[in-house]
């Protein structure tokens, strides 16, 4: 009897235990659900706070760097965009969840000349919106000796980016190119070696010799330039040489052998190295070019 009832009371502590321990397990379910819908419940509202509020709306924007383009005219683009709803879920209008990728995609699209836009959030609510334009090198033209003469702006990378009217400069390139054809802008047209070959010659002759340059065509086949000068007469040159040292074998040829002649001149070709051709306008086309030795290595 007295062994009964004492496992009696082993088996009452023992249900009491467990009892009391699923209990505290349950409690401490409870909490922790009670916590974590808590959390969750703080957390969406922060979010919602943060995305869909208007606290982090954008108050400011500043643009900057601009060379050509009006403020006032990439405020217009701006403005567009953000009452355009690109988003269903987000608020485009919140700094934090603006776009940046987007916004400079719309200025591009929006503007010819712009090359690159940085975007920076200056939080909580300012925008500043730097513009890199495209700087204009050269002038490309096609249908020049027609009365449809089209004619386009490019970069010293050779990226023709906007149209334009023919503009007869010295400051500029200038290239005659029949084979422009495209609707969109930019696109790649020449090479930055080709641009910069021009350049350099363009600035040695001008510098050495006191000649202008009246304008380029670039002959892709062969890697030849053709240059007419304002003299009157043309020049034939390789990329392959030096820019400088075919403009020095320019200057050389016209003081120590063509001299006063240089209104009669045809042509300098200077594609052979060590070698330059030259031809006088009154040659017969059958007519021998007269040879110079020159120093093009």
């Given at each position: ?6 496992n ?11 009892y ?16 974590l ?7 969406s509202?922060?979010v ?6 208007t ?5 400011n ?34 700094i ?6 987007s916004?400079i995609e ?9 090359k ?22 050269g ?20 990226i ?72 009157g007469?043309?020049l ?16 050389e040829?016209?003081n ?24 006088f ?6 007519g ?10």
């Open positions: 009897m007295f062994y009964k009832e004492k009696k009371r082993r088996n009452i502590i023992s249900q009491n235990y467990i009391s321990k699923v209990k505290k397990k349950r409690i401490r379910f409870i909490l922790i659900f009670f916590y819908v808590s959390a969750i419940l703080f957390f509202a922060v919602y706070f943060i995305i869909f509020g606290y982090f709306n954008i108050k924007v500043s643009f900057s760097d601009m060379k050509t383009i009006e403020a006032s005219e990439l405020n217009d683009v701006y403005l567009k965009y953000m009452d355009k709803k690109n988003h269903i879920f987000l608020n485009q209008k919140n934090l969840t603006l776009s940046k990728s916004l719309t200025f591009k699209s929006s503007f010819r000349r712009i690159d836009v940085k975007i920076e959030r200056d939080l909580p609510f300012s925008l500043d919106i730097s513009i890199v334009e495209y700087s204009p090198i002038i490309a033209c096609s249908g020049f000796e027609s009365k449809d003469i089209l004619c386009f702006l490019f970069d010293e990378d050779g023709i980016f906007d149209s334009t009217p023919l503009i007869i400069s010295d400051l500029f390139l200038l290239v005659y190119d029949n084979d422009i054809v495209k609707d969109s802008f930019p696109f790649q047209k020449y090479s930055k070696e080709k641009i910069d070959f021009s350049l350099r010659f363009k600035k040695t002759i001008l510098r050495e010799g006191g000649l202008l340059v009246d304008y380029f065509k670039f002959k892709d086949k062969f890697n030849d330039i053709e240059v007419m000068l304002k003299s007469f043309k034939f040159l390789s990329q392959d040489i030096s820019p400088e040292k075919q403009g020095n074998a320019v200057v040829i016209l120590n052998e063509i001299k006063k002649k240089a209104i009669d001149l045809d042509y300098i070709d200077l594609r052979i190295k060590n070698k330059a051709y030259y031809k306008k009154q040659d017969n086309i059958d021998d070019d007269t040879k110079a030795d020159v120093g093009l290595q």
